[in-house]
T-cell receptor, first 112, second 116 residues
Framework: TQLLEQSPQFLSIQEGENLTVYCNSS?????LQWYRQEPGEGPVLLVT?????EVKKLKRLTFQFGDARKDSSLHITAAQPGDTGLYLC????????????FGTGTRLKVLA | DTGVSQDPRHKITKRGQNVTFRCDPI?????LYWYRQTLGQGPEFLTY????????KSRLLSDRFSAERPKGSFSTLEIQRTEQGDSAMYLC??????????????FGSGTQLSVL
């Protein structure tokens, strides 16, 4: 069974601070996605990383896929209150069927 | 394009009752997924359709759960004889893709089920 563990589980920081969220697995994924979810809403896709070692930037957010495609990280620079939410990583299964396995989630709160 | 629509947004039911949820995907999206999410956790995969064919069903899904996608359009998820452990947010997502690379899932706002 492919599992994705995220750390930290909770994070509360002041506006302007930097942070990194980690997504780890013992399994290889063909691609990995990051989502942000607001309370009472469905997750919204932020980025997809496909190649081992790939780095993608989305404004203040930097996403990296591990060389072995087993892990990923999300770094936020100068966090803002609008970044508050539940961050989820999701790996594309390599089991031969099309499904995404979601991580355990990191709940981020950015205080003004 | 109005996005993925789920109905109802909230459902309160008594233990033992049957419930049915509906998902209307973005038009022409060929894939449709159902996930279940409990508070503070990541979504758990339930089942997946490619057009009208149900290609995979999670082992988490007991025989009380059934899903359909007639004609490859909207989908329904039915839970029979609900239990308190079924209380969760049920999320639907759709995409247009072949293969997994760069597939973009669009999620609905979910149906929040509370079983009393």
């Amino acid at each position: 069974t492919q599992l994705l563990e995220q750390s930290p589980q909770f994070l509360s920081i002041q506006e302007g601070e930097n942070l990194t969220v980690y997504c780890n697995s013992s399994s290889v994924f063909s691609s990995l996605q990051w989502y942000r979810q607001e309370p009472g809403e469905g997750p919204v896709l932020l980025v997809t990383v496909v190649t081992g070692g790939e780095v993608k930037k989305l404004k203040r957010l930097t996403f990296q896929f591990g060389d072995a495609r087993k892990d990923s990280s999300l770094h936020i620079t100068a966090a803002q209150p609008g970044d508050t939410g539940l961050y989820l990583c999701a790996g594309a299964s390599t089991s031969g069927t099309y499904k995404y396995i979601f991580g355990t989630g990191t709940r981020l709160k950015v205080l003004a | 394009d109005t996005g993925v629509s789920q109905d109802p947004r909230h459902k309160i039911t008594k233990r033992g009752q049957n419930v049915t949820f509906r998902c209307d995907p973005i038009s022409e999206h060929n894939r449709l997924y159902w996930y279940r999410q409990t508070l503070g956790q990541g979504p758990e995969f339930l089942t997946y359709f490619q057009n009208e064919a149900q290609l995979e069903k999670s082992r988490l899904l007991s025989d009380r759960f059934s899903a359909e996608r007639p004609k490859g359009s909207f989908s329904t998820l039915e839970i029979q004889r609900t239990e308190q452990g079924d209380s969760a947010m049920y999320l639907c997502a759709s995409s247009f893709a072949f293969g997994l690379t760069n597939e973009k899932l669009f999620f609905g706002s979910g149906t929040q089920l509370s079983v009393l």
